[in-house]
C-alpha cells in the first residue's frame, strides 16, 4: 500500500484528458445528497506552518509559532456542497458514463480490480486519484472542487470552530491514527454545523486552489487523513488538521498524484 504523503503531490497528468472526456456529461447538476450553505460574510482566518514550503502568502509568527497566515474577509455566495467525500460507487458511476481514462494512469484507482472496487468498499471514499481526476468527475456531475474559502465556512460555520465539532479535540469523532479510511459517515458525532461528515480525518480533501509560484504547481489539502506521517519534517505530517490549517503539495507525476489517503468532494454554486 502507499502511503502517499509527501509535501510533493505531483502533476504530469494533462488538463487534456480532464477537458475532453467529460464534456458529454451525464449527470446534470443534481445537488442530491449535498447540503445547502446559505452565504456569508466569512472571516477566513487560515495559517500553515512554515516548513510546508515557499508560499504566496505572508510570512508572520503566529499562535501555532513560525507560520504563513491569511487573514481577511471575504463574501461568500450561496452554494451546496456534498455531505460526505465522493465514494467508490459514485466514482464508479462517473468513469462508467463518461469512459474516463487519464492521459497517464499510473496508481489510477490502484485499489480496484477488474474496473471495480473491492467488494463491500462501494461507500469508502475513492482514492488514488488526482486533481485532474477529481475535477473531471466534478465537471461531469455539474459541480466543482471547493475553494478553500468555501471548504473551511462548511467545516467550522459561523462558530470559527478548531474542528468540525467543537474547539476540542476529541479522537473518538473523526477517523484518526487507525490503518484505514472508513466509510463515508462513520462518525455522526463529527458532523460540522452544517451537518457535513468527515471533514476531518478519513482522507485528506482536495480543494480548487491551484497555484503556479513560478518554480511549481501546488494545490492544498484540508481536513487531514487517517494515516499520521512521524519521518522526515519534510514529509506532511497529515493526521487530524485543524479547520483552519492546510496541507501544501507539489504535483510532480501521476505516481506521486495519487495517494490512498487523499480523496475530494465537490460543490456546486448557485449562479
Wanted: net charge negative.
Amino acid at each position: 500500500m502507499i502511503k502517499v504523503q509527501l509535501l510533493f503531490f505531483g502533476v504530469i497528468s494533462c488538463f487534456t484528458s480532464f477537458m475532453g472526456i467529460v464534456s458529454n456529461a451525464t449527470a446534470q447538476g443534481s445537488n442530491a445528497g449535498m447540503v445547502f450553505i446559505k452565504g456569508s460574510n466569512f472571516h477566513y482566518l487560515q495559517q500553515n506552518r512554515w516548513r510546508e514550503g515557499l508560499e504566496l502568502n505572508q510570512y508572520v509568527e503566529g499562535p501555532l509559532g513560525d507560520a504563513y497566515v491569511e487573514d481577511y474577509y471575504i463574501e461568500l455566495k450561496d452554494f451546496y456542497i456534498d455531505k460526505t467525500e465522493v465514494t467508490n460507487k459514485q466514482f464508479k458511476q462517473f468513469v462508467d458514463a463518461s469512459g474516463y481514462k487519464p492521459t497517464d494512469s499510473q496508481n489510477f484507482l490502484r485499489h480496484w480490480k477488474n474496473g471495480t472496487y473491492p467488494k463491500g468498499q462501494e461507500n469508502y471514499p475513492v482514492v488514488f486519484v488526482d486533481y485532474w481526476d477529481a475535477m473531471a468527475y466534478a465537471k461531469w456531475a455539474g459541480k466543482d472542487l471547493p475553494t478553500e474559502q468555501e471548504w473551511q465556512y462548511a467545516a467550522q460555520g459561523k462558530e470559527g470552530w478548531l474542528f468540525p465539532w467543537g474547539d476540542t479535540y476529541d479522537s473518538t469523532k473523526a477517523n484518526i491514527g487507525t490503518n484505514q479510511a472508513k466509510p463515508v459517515g462513520s462518525f455522526l458525532a463529527g458532523a460540522s454545523p452544517f451537518g457535513l461528515l468527515d471533514m476531518a480525518g478519513n482522507v485528506a480533501e482536495m480543494t480548487a486552489s491551484f497555484h503556479d509560484d513560478g518554480m511549481h504547481w501546488f494545490s492544498y489539502l484540508r481536513g487531514g487523513s487517517w494515516f499520521q506521517s512521524y519521518y522526515s519534517l519534510w514529509y506532511a505530517e497529515n493526521g487530524l488538521l485543524t479547520n483552519n490549517q492546510r496541507l501544501k503539495f507539489w504535483w510532480l507525476n501521476p505516481g506521486f498524484n495519487r495517494s490512498e489517503t487523499i480523496g475530494f468532494r465537490c460543490v456546486q454554486r448557485i449562479l
